[in-house]
């Protein structure tokens, strides 16, 4: 047999729902404060703070005067680069040879360059091939360093 309602559903009510709220965060904890300071008598070698010392003054430039005697036995002009020379490029190369007691080249550099590599390299092997009169000091035969500009000019 079937029971028949009245007609109404029985209707139940839900629960309220809650939200659920998270707690606050807690006030933020101020740092701890240091340990007082201590007076010591004397300060202890890590304590004390040296400032760094001034920089050296520069080098001062080597003398380049002649120091030897600046005639040539033997100085064949250099090759012109067949690139600057078909490009035009033209300039200055100042060299500073170092000449020992013989008159040979031992070292040479560029004091100012002509801003063209291949000029200043052409400049440079010509130079180690060059040979000089030594300077003298007191009958003596010494070495010396010279300052050659090389032009390179069409």
């Not at 009245?6 to 606050?24: F, H, I, L, Q, Y």
């Not at 002509?114 to 070495?143: E, H, I, T, Y």
């Amino acid at each position: 047999m079937r029971r028949v309602g009245s007609g109404k559903r029985s209707r139940e009510t839900p629960p309220p729902r809650t939200k659920t709220v998270a707690p606050p965060p807690p006030p933020p904890i101020p740092p701890p404060r240091g340990a007082p300071p201590i007076d010591v008598a004397e300060p202890r070698p890590t304590d004390v703070v040296t400032p760094p010392s001034p920089p050296s003054p520069p080098a001062p430039t080597p003398n380049v005067e002649a120091s030897v005697d600046a005639s040539y036995k033997n100085r064949n002009p250099p090759k012109y680069p067949p690139a600057a020379l078909r490009a035009g490029i033209t300039g200055t190369v100042v060299l500073i040879i170092d000449v020992d007691a013989s008159g040979n080249v031992t070292n040479v550099s560029v004091e100012k360059s002509s801003r063209n590599r291949d000029l200043d390299r052409a400049a440079m092997d010509a130079a180690r091939k060059w040979r000089f009169n030594p300077g003298s000091q007191g009958g003596q035969k010494v070495a010396g360093r010279v300052r050659v500009p090389v032009d390179f000019k069409m």
